[in-house]
């Protein structure tokens, strides 16, 4: 089992940058693939980023790439999300989720566990 629990959301203005945290518990967090996904009003949850159990592999939706940057730290049970350049169309509920294995995947349906989301509000 491992609990997620996302910070760092907010109100920033066009341009401008946040840093999402997301806290797991559990032991194993380490084996995880974790990932970010989004959902803004009266749209789809979508893949944003993810982030295999070492680190050593990251793959971001095209959206986003170039402006936000994935990272883990295995050792405080954290995965990151560094988002710069930020757009009013970035606004969304942003989610950690977490799965077993070592493939990643953009689909959210094959994600076990997932936090209880946090806002970020980008205004223009």
């Known amino acids: 089992q491992v609990q997620l629990v996302e910070s760092g959301g907010g109100l920033v203005q066009a341009g401008g940058s946040l840093r999402l945290s997301c806290a797991a518990s559990?032991?194993?967090?380490?084996?995880?693939?974790m990932a970010w996904f989004r959902q803004a009003p009266g749209k789809e949850r979508e893949f944003v980023s993810v982030?295999?159990?070492?680190?050593?592999?990251?793959y971001y939706a095209d959206s986003v790439k170039g402006r936000f940057t994935i990272s883990r730290d295995n050792a405080k049970n954290t995965v990151y999300l560094q988002m710069n350049s930020l757009k009013p169309e970035d606004t969304a509920v942003y989610y950690c989720?977490?799965?077993?294995?070592?493939?990643?995947?953009?689909?959210?349906?094959?994600?076990?566990?997932w936090g209880q989301g946090t806002q970020v509000t980008v205004s223009s």
């Open positions: 982030i295999r159990w070492s680190g050593s592999v990251q």
């Open positions: 989720a977490a799965r077993g294995g070592s493939y990643y995947r953009t689909n959210p349906s094959e994600y076990d566990y």
């Open positions: 559990g032991h194993t967090f380490g084996t995880y693939v």
